[in-house]
């Protein structure tokens, strides 16, 4: 007789039967992610050379404008776009270049062009190329693309797009895979859940869920690492996969935006040239007094003498919100044309401006960064076992009956009964 087909049964099957092809792709997002959350700190530890300064003795950090002068005569062909300057003073800023000639490119593309542009997508932004300065002599330490950040670079490429030239096709996949884990976290929860809903009253029902049982046998030691495992990595993993389709699916991105109420802040992005620009320091000073607490700043440099110029702030630490407050200013006047500060922001509006640091950890700081590098290490584990899982679901147990019976000795045993055979008299002719 047939068992009855429950809706446990059918969660079940769905989350076998989504899982299994899911399973080398979300081993590769898991664990490049994995890989990926210490990125900056591992780089920094490595290349300590370049990225620590060493500051002589009563040694003063050089004004701005003069270090970008210097930065600027040694790479000749190209002008300075950003400033990173970090809150430590023992390490070294990172200086951003664009190349000259690509600006003048940029505002002679074709009609042709803009029309690809608008059929496909826009035309990607052009991104500096980064070099560590050292603030107190305007050395250049080296390039910012230490062999490193090229490994973590290959690890994000790999995460994002499986390394598939196609980013389209690479995205695609990796945005499947993140609505297979989204519903196997789902579905996952549910069978966690004890059963009968009639004993969710009692402890010893709950107990299963939340312990490991080391001395059980390897298949349902398994079956332990998969169900408990997943329930504690359960909340960070499902954030992970409710934010990852943002970075390769633009109708999902618009969705999470409108539905979250994100506004992009209205601001002034050209002002008139009158006389000389306000020194760097003075702006910094501005945007410091604007935000007085200790953290990193990055100096965004229009390349139009109209520009405005950005300043971003944000704080560091163990346990810091890393989210980003903003000041533009008019560069010729000083004055401020737009606060941005993110505690300010409506929640919703938070959460998308954050949405990058909410996928990667780094929301708040390094404690949020510990607690991701976990989850996504258990993550990483779950394919397998619930790969092994499926691959013994169809096995008999009689090795394990056969193991038992083994276990038990000799003497304990039942004695077996030998019942004589009955004896068959042949017929003897007379």
């Excluded at 690890?155 to 895979?177: A, K």
């Amino acid at each position: 007789m047939n068992k009855k087909y429950t809706f446990r049964k059918v969660v079940n099957d769905l989350h076998l039967w989504v899982g299994l092809p899911c399973t080398l792709v979300l081993f590769i997002m898991c664990l490049t992610g994995t890989m990926y959350v210490f990125n900056r700190e591992i780089t920094q530890w490595i290349d300590h050379d370049k990225f620590q300064v060493s500051a002589p003795a009563q040694a003063r950090i050089l004004p701005i404008s003069q270090l970008i002068q210097i930065v600027e005569r040694e790479k000749k062909d190209s002008r300075v776009s950003v400033i990173q300057i970090p809150e430590h003073m023992n390490e070294a800023w990172t200086f951003g270049f664009l190349p000259k000639d690509k600006q003048t490119e940029r505002k002679e593309i074709t009609i042709k062009k803009v029309k690809a542009a608008k059929e496909t997508k826009a035309p990607k932004k052009e991104k500096p190329k980064n070099f560590w300065v050292n603030p107190y002599t305007g050395a250049i330490q080296g390039d910012a693309q230490t062999p490193t950040v090229k490994f973590f670079a290959s690890t994000l490429q790999l995460h994002r797009w499986l390394m598939i030239e196609n980013h389209d096709i690479g995205g695609l996949i990796t945005g499947i895979s993140c609505f297979g884990m989204l519903f196997l976290c789902i579905s996952g929860i549910i069978l966690w859940l004890p059963a009968k809903i009639s004993s969710w009253k009692k402890w010893n029902v709950w107990k299963t869920g939340f312990v490991i049982r080391t001395d059980a046998s390897g298949k349902r030691l398994n079956f332990d690492l998969h169900k408990t495992l997943g329930f504690y990595a359960f909340i960070f993993v499902t954030i992970m996969a409710l934010t990852g389709p943002i970075f390769a699916y633009e109708w999902y991105r618009e969705g999470y935006r409108n539905l979250f109420g994100y506004k992009a802040p209205e601001e002034s992005t050209e002002v008139a040239i009158t006389g000389e620009k306000v020194a760097l320091e003075t702006l910094v000073a501005e945007a410091n007094r604007v935000y007085p607490y200790m953290g990193a700043l990055r100096i965004n440099i229009p390349k139009k003498a109209e520009g405005t110029i950005s300043i971003q702030k944000n704080q560091t630490g163990f346990f810091a919100s890393a989210g980003t407050d903003r000041v533009v200013f008019n560069p010729y006047s000083g004055k401020v044309l737009l606060v941005d500060r993110f505690a300010d922001k409506p929640l919703g509006q938070q959460i998308t401006s954050s949405t990058k640091l909410i996928h990667t950890g780094e929301i708040f700081g390094t404690f949020t960064k510990i607690l991701y590098f976990i989850a996504c290490l258990i993550a990483t584990s779950l394919p397998i076992t619930g790969f092994f899982i499926w691959w013994n679901r169809g096995k008999s147990d009689k090795s394990k009956v056969k193991t038992r019976a083994a276990s038990v000795p000799a003497a304990n045993r039942p004695a077996r009964v030998v019942r004589p055979r009955p004896v068959i008299q042949a017929s003897v002719k007379s």
